[in-house]
Each structure stands twice: as C-alpha cells, then as structure tokens.
C-alpha cells in the first residue's frame, strides 16, 4: 500500500497538482486498490471528524491577528523597541534582528510571516552599516525560525489536530526552547560580531528605552494576552486568538489608522492560508485512515523492534529524518505526511506526546 501511494503520488504531483490533492486522490486509488472501497461511503464523516475541532478554530484567528498587525505599522515600533534594547552591544543590527523576531513569534507564529516583516526593514539597514549581505540574510532566516516555536504557532496547532494533543500544553511547551534559541542565536551574533569587528548603532540612533516601550505597549498586549490567558488557564487557545484579533485590529488601527481595504487584504490572505492547511487536514485525514485500516503505523513499529533501535534511537532516526524533510517539504505538508505514520511507534515506546511535538517541529523549522 505504502508504494502505491508514493508511485501514485509522484505521478500526480509531476502533473503539477497541489500537494492536498495528490494527498487525497493517491489515498483514493488505495483505497480502491487495496479491495478497501467499502470504507470510502463512510470517509467524508472520517474527514469531518478530523476538521471539526473546536482547537482549530485558533489557527485562522491567530493567522488573521498576524496579518492585522503586520498591515498596522507594528514593524518599526516593534523595531524601535528592540533597538532601544539591545541597539548599543557589538553587532547590535544582529541582536535587533534577532529580538525583532522573538516579538514577532508572539503575534505572528509563522516563520514567513516574520521574515518578511523584518528582512523589508533591518536587511537594507544592516547592508548601510557594513553588514555583507549573506550574513544579513543568514540570521533574518535563522531567527525566523523562532516564529513557530514561540506561541501561539501554527505549525504546533497542527500537529495537536493531528495528534489530539492538548494545544495549551504544546505552547507552554514551545517558551522555553524558543527562547533558548534566541539566547544562542545571540551569542552566536556576539561572537561573529566580535571576530568580525561589527559596528555598534550611534547613540543618535538608539532610542530611548522608556518612550519605545511606551510606543509599543499596544503592540505588546496582543503576545500578553495569548501568553498571560493561556499560561494562566484564563482562556483557551481559540479564545485568547479571538481576543488576539480584536486588540490586533485596534492596535493597527492605532499605529497606521488602517484602512478597510488593508483589513480586507487581511482577511483575504487568511482565508487562503487557512482554507489551504484545512484541505491539507482532509486529505491526510483519508490517507491516515486507510493506513490505519492497512496497519501501516503497526507494521513500522514492528520493524523498528526488529531493528533493535529502542527509544533513543528511533528518536534520532525520527530528529535526522523530520531535518532532512524540512529542507524539501512545507512544514504543514511534511508534518502531515510523516506524524500519523511515525510518531505512534514513539508514543508506543513511552514517549510523550508533547515533548515529541516540539522535537519534531523544532527540526522541521530549522530544516
């Protein structure tokens, strides 16, 4: 079966389909092949269940608050405030760059939502202080990566759909390594900035601490609310994005008076997001189904003890192979493909749920 589906898949992807329909259509032929069309009477109720998950509602609602916000001039406050903080270090572009994305990841929780945002900005600005380009491109897309980590992340969303994991967990999960990031993303800078003799920013160019923060406070509330709401078990995820889309929504309207039609474009871009990773949901939803009718998920498992991998090392097969998918798949796609088939032998061998999440979307983010 799981050749078929990948001969399938290949021929259907080199016609140029989207990944969702290759997805849903190979499943499809399976199940037709594998004398399993029975089953396909009962499938739209299978993908219904899959998608009518009150936690993913959140998705489309963070989505919406980080289109918002990057329509609303929240770019240079957020900036702003990141040079008033860090600015006067050695390498201090660097450091704002990498500050600027932790703010980011927690309104946006989209690794290309953050790059854009930010490499239109401190990219130009690092290249005029005698950055060489690559570098400066180099650390915008590593800090980028923060996005996905940091709540609220869409990536973490997913797999919590995918896995039935509690959402709220995943995110209190998600600070800690996402802030060890940037801790380490910064002493790399420090380091490269001291070997490499980067500039300091000029006093003139550094604002002062206390008006920036003033300046971006409501900037700032949209990450408080999700993180203070969540954390605090005051709201659930879907609850704290719907708070999150409201003050979004003021803060933009307070920064840049944002107009109808950047609120249209906002909405616009969320629909298309958001209707492509729930099309993506139905069709893996048909293929987990029929591997589960096969006993894909148990026979890999069986192969695996046969290996004599144990925990440890089927959790560096599982690290090695979701870095290596990241280099080649979309992260919702790569998740959608690789979880419901590996994750359940690591579950079977004792890991847990939550901890495998991040370690699994953490590679696919730096792949």
């Known amino acids: 079966m799981i050749w078929l589906v990948l001969a399938a898949g290949i021929v259907l992807l080199a016609s140029g389909l989207a990944i969702a329909y ?42 919406l608050a980080g289109e918002l916000m990057n329509r609303g001039g929240i770019t240079r406050v957020l900036i702003d405030l990141a040079m008033a903080m860090v600015g006067r270090l050695r390498g201090g572009l660097g450091h704002v760059n990498i500050m600027t994305s932790v703010f980011f990841a927690g309104i946006s929780g989209s690794a290309v939502a953050d790059s854009a945002a930010v490499s239109n900005t401190l990219v130009p600005a690092m290249r005029e202080r005698g950055y060489d380009l690559e570098y400066a491109s180099a650390i915008t897309a590593a800090s980028s990566i923060i996005g996905p980590i940091i709540p609220p ?67 700032l509330l949209v990450p408080a609310i999700i993180l203070g ?60 189904h029929l591997s589960a009718l096969e006993r894909v998920p148990e026979a890999i498992s069986a192969t695996v ?12 097969v599982l690290n090695v192979l979701f870095l290596v998918a990241g280099m080649f798949l979309d992260i919702p796609v790569a998740l959608a493909l690789l979880v419901p088939l590996l994750a359940p032998t690591a579950l079977a061998q004792g890991a847990d749920p939550v901890h495998l999440g991040i370690v699994l979307c953490f590679n696919l983010c730096i792949g």
């Open 229 to 288: 709401g969540i954390v605090f078990g005051l709201m659930t995820p879907t609850e704290a994005a719907a708070v999150a889309v409201a003050v979004a929504w003021a803060g933009g309207y307070h920064y840049e008076r944002m107009g109808l039609d950047a609120v249209w474009q906002a909405f616009r871009r969320t629909a298309m997001l958001s209707g492509a990773i729930f099309l993506l949901i139905a069709a893996v939803s048909a293929l987990g």
């Open 153 to 219: 992340s869409i990536i973490l969303i997913f797999y919590g759909a995918l896995m039935s994991t509690s959402v709220t967990a995943l995110f209190i999960a998600g600070i800690v390594p996402g802030l060890l990031l940037a801790a380490s993303l910064m002493a790399a800078n420090a380091i490269y900035a001291r070997i490499h003799r980067h500039p300091r920013l000029e006093a003139g160019d550094v604002p002062p601490f206390l008006p920036a923060l003033l300046h971006a406070l409501p900037a």
């Open 22 to 63: 290759v997805i849903g259509a190979a499943a499809v032929l399976a199940f037709i092949a594998t004398d399993n069309t029975r089953y396909l009477a009962i499938l739209p109720q299978q993908i219904f269940s899959k998608i009518d998950v009150f936690a993913l509602m959140a998705m489309p609602l963070f989505i």
């Open 305 to 316: 003890d046969a290996m004599g991998l144990g925990p440890v090392g089927y959790m560096i």
